[in-house]
């Protein structure tokens, strides 16, 4: 994955979506399996697993709502630099927690053949998961899990269509184009259908990190050596 960020900075137009939509499908299948499988793992085992799993959650949550941001802005437009780089920085911190936080307490916590069951698990959910981010989807069981399978078929369309519209000009990639937003409209639908929330915690309720944003940049636009300092550090 490294690679492919670093990819990231030296591409622009179709090409840098090229390597988005790639890593969409590698990051949000991963996070998915993880949400379903695993972090319900280390609840059982470790005595602060809840608390540290929802710290993680907190992260993919904030990272679901960057890149979908990021969906909605065209290549070009002021901000998609910024919003970019917030993304890279929220997925390398989002690995590293994992690797300190989380697979420690695997290892203590599983037998070596429940480690591999585990594995199994996650490697054939991840091959089915959702590749998209979806916002208003609880991080948690059973809300995930109800709503897993349309939302992983209107994600996986849309990214042939995606390519198609790439690969192509003219009718053929505005007739693609279309087809992916009218499915990106349909999974907006299925992700606030009132089972899709269940298992939901307050931390990772929809909303929280973009209120968060628009707070900050008014702030910063009010006070710009505020700003200026927030940058510094």
Not at 16 to 38: C, G, K, N, S
Not at 152 to 177: H, I, K, N, T, Y
Not at 182 to 198: D, I, K, M, Y
């Amino acid at each position: 994955m490294e690679r492919m960020l670093q990819r990231l900075d030296r591409t622009r137009g179709d090409d840098q979506d090229a390597i988005l939509m790639r890593l969409w499908r590698f990051v949000f299948p991963h996070a998915y399996a993880e949400e379903t499988l695993v972090w319900p793992a280390i609840r059982a085992v470790a005595d602060d697993g809840d608390e540290t799993t929802l710290h993680i959650e907190e992260g993919h949550q904030k990272l679901s709502e960057l890149t979908a941001a990021l969906d909605r802005t065209p290549p070009g437009a002021p901000g998609r630099d910024d919003l970019i780089a917030e993304v890279v920085a929220e997925l390398r911190l989002d690995i590293r927690e994992e690797e300190d936080m989380l697979l420690p307490r695997l290892q203590a916590g599983l037998t070596p053949r429940q480690l591999r069951r585990l594995g199994l698990g996650w490697q054939l959910v991840r091959c089915t998961a959702p590749t998209r981010p979806h916002v208003a989807v609880s991080r948690r069981p059973p809300g995930n899990v109800l709503v897993a399978v349309p939302l992983s078929v209107l994600d996986r369309c849309r990214d042939r269509l995606d390519s198609m519209a790439r690969r192509s000009s003219g009718r053929v990639r505005a007739r693609a184009e279309r087809a992916s937003a009218v499915l990106s409209a349909v999974a907006g639908r299925v992700e606030r259908l009132g089972p899709a929330r269940r298992g939901e915690r307050a931390p990772t309720r929809p909303g929280r990190w973009t209120v968060h944003r628009w707070l900050t940049e008014a702030m910063d636009a009010r006070h710009p050596a505020r700003a200026r300092k927030t940058a510094r550090s």
